[in-house]
DNA sequence: ACAAAAGTGTTGCCATTACACCCATGC
DNA sequence: GCATGGGTGTAATGGCAACACTTTTGT
């Protein structure tokens, strides 16, 4: 096989975090080296000879940032010939939305720096990497439509209202979702996926306590696997 | 950048076609050269130094089957570390679907044969492409549930029939899906990016004339940029 | 007693479905 | 006249949006 090629390959990931009280977050790292360098971008890196792509995301995610996740999903992949300034880069992009505070960062390797960005409150990017978030964000925007997604995003026992709010936070866009507080229950409800639990929760300050429910991974599964879900909010004409 | 790394990048293109005669069909090439001599594959080859993913893919296609679209989109990346048994070789894969009449097929390159296959008769394919295969037929019958693709499949002048048939053999999985004449030209018409025009067509045997359409791309991509269309059919419970 | 937050029920609307019936043509 | 395929109408259903009302807590 005689090809003389000279593309490299790398690929990058983009961590969206989420908590209650500061909405979404991407994880980014601060370049330690040029090109781009001082400058944040997402975190990702070159791909070894022998390694496949999804091994390839996360080690170079968690030798950057000390972020340790099993599973991304891949987003799309970036080849325009002039994406990277020194030479041709072809990038393979991955996400995944994440609990950002059971992680500890920690800055390595081409590294210098580390941090949760609030989503609305984002430095300017390396590379294409603000297009490659804004695909994401879309993509994962989209997804939560027609797919209950985001459970791992709350504590294990969750009220009602978290979910709502989590919903709220990852899809609205600014302009803010209105999302009926009993119809929302009564979707989720029928669904079947999330188990009512014998407790309730006591509210921070007045208000009756919550009733607490668990998400159901082994309906959620079984669901999904045979048959799509339905969506899960109306369209708007 | 001093990286040494000894991956080749590749492309593929998923083209399939339909006609209402033979239905379903993709476009598969014989492989001149090992690895997989003389075995049907997807169109596809190395990426250039200087060009997109895009031209690339448009251009092997081009040349290894005389295919020319302009248009494709990116399906996924595939890269594990052994789906090429000479070297490591990460493919991303494109798709099209087109009216294959239009096109004069033309063997070349890599090429030893090229041809249109109906999908359920498929051949075995080389590499993973039987893989990517599967994977572009999910998404194009997923995209179709919820955005009117496929007009281009159609002449200009269509009538609903030729539509309704369409859509049942792309979606069609055996399983015969069952859609109401009326009330899928209720929706159609209803979405309104379609045009009637002042003629008929005769049937081929005996019935009634069929009035004729025409697909109004302006309005379709108008009705696109501002919101998602909605669900072209219902979900089953 | 009142505010705050959660839980529950009800109503009307509208999209979808299923089905029936009518029209135009060839034989 | 009948078979074939296209066109149109309608009643019944069911899901959903909107909104009101009730319950439980803290102050």
Known sequence: MAIEQHILLAVDALVLGYTPDSGLSALLIKRRYSPFEKMWALPGGF???DESLEDAVSRELEEETGV???YLEQLYSFGKPDRDP???VVSVSYYALVKPDIYQLHATTDAEDVGWFDI???PELAFDHRHILE???DRVRNK????PI???LLDEKFAFADLLKLYEAIIGDNKKLIIDRANFKKKLKSLGIIEELPESRKQP????PARLYRFNREQYFEKKNRGVFEMLFPHRS
């Open 120 to 122: 609305n409150k984002l």
């Open 150 to 152: 985001g459970f791992n």
């Open 205 to 208: 300050g007045s208000g009756r």
């Open 144 to 147: 939560m439509t027609y797919e």
């Open 86 to 88: 020194r030479r041709r």
């Open 135 to 137: 695909m994401g964000l």
């Open 47 to 49: 791909v070894k000879d």
């Open 68 to 70: 340790k996740i099993e």
